[in-house]
């Protein structure tokens, strides 16, 4: 079935530190890839998203390819802030069923 | 405007009772599904309605039923609660079309004693 890999956290990050949070996906096809964020006592909001191989999703300073070599949608931010501090979920939908299937999470915690 | 909401923020039961969440959406979004949060963190889809009808239904117990009255509401009733359904339980809506974004509601926090 299909799944969704992403890194162990928690992950801790000084400010303006740079930031991988890696993830992979076994589906079959040609899913599309998301990343939400959820912020402490909130629900879950799209960060950015990919519909096919090689998109770049981009939003707040953060980035992820879609590489289907790979398998993966790492995301990426060049500097983070306090308020990047938060859980973030990789998942992924098959076309013709728009089931998201989520990652474990991982959870950033970046110090001043 | 909340685009997503659920009542009530946050729910202390007892094993036993039974117990709704409601879920609303203003969106216009013909799509809306329940997602389970464990004390982990790890989100895992429940059910989803299309235009009132059913089309996803995970292996979840059938203490769990969805209600969805029209396209705006979907609700979540749960009977005989037992302690392993402690969690947070989230709405969302979307259209139907594959790749689209998913609105999340804040969440409901349930806890069972």
């Known amino acids: 079935g299909n799944s969704v890999t992403q890194m162990e956290g928690p992950v801790t990050l000084s400010e303006e530190a740079f930031l991988t949070i890696n993830c992979t996906y076994t589906?079959?096809?040609?899913?599309?890839l998301f990343w939400y964020v959820q912020y402490p006592g909130e629900g879950l909001q799209l960060l950015l998203k990919?519909?096919?191989?090689?998109d770049k999703g981009s939003n707040k300073g953060f980035e992820a390819t879609y590489r289907k070599e790979t398998t993966s949608f790492h995301l990426e931010k060049g500097s983070v802030q306090v308020s990047d501090s938060a859980v973030y979920f990789c998942?992924?939908?098959?076309?013709?069923?728009?089931?998201?299937?989520f990652g474990k999470g991982t959870k950033l915690t970046v110090n001043p | 405007d909340t685009a997503v909401s659920q009542t009530p923020k946050y729910l202390v039961t007892q094993m036993g009772n039974d117990k709704s969440i409601k879920c609303e959406q203003n969106?216009?979004?013909?799509?809306m599904y329940w997602y389970k949060q464990d004390s982990k963190k790890f989100l895992k889809i429940m059910f989803s309605?299309?235009?009132?009808?059913?089309?996803i239904n995970e292996t979840v117990p059938n203490r769990f039923s969805p209600k969805s009255p029209d396209k705006a509401h979907l609700n979540l009733h749960i009977n005989s609660l037992e302690l392993g359904d402690s969690a947070v339980y989230f709405c969302?809506?979307?259209?139907?079309?594959?790749?689209?974004?998913?609105?999340f509601g804040p969440g409901t926090r349930l806890t069972v004693l």
């Open positions: 969302a809506s979307s259209r139907y079309r594959a790749g689209t974004e998913q609105f």
């Open positions: 589906a079959t096809g040609y899913p599309s």
């Open positions: 990919a519909t096919k191989a090689d």
């Open positions: 309605y299309n235009n009132k009808e059913l089309i």
């Open positions: 969106l216009g979004h013909d799509t």
């Open positions: 998942a992924l939908t098959k076309g013709g069923s728009e089931k998201l299937v």
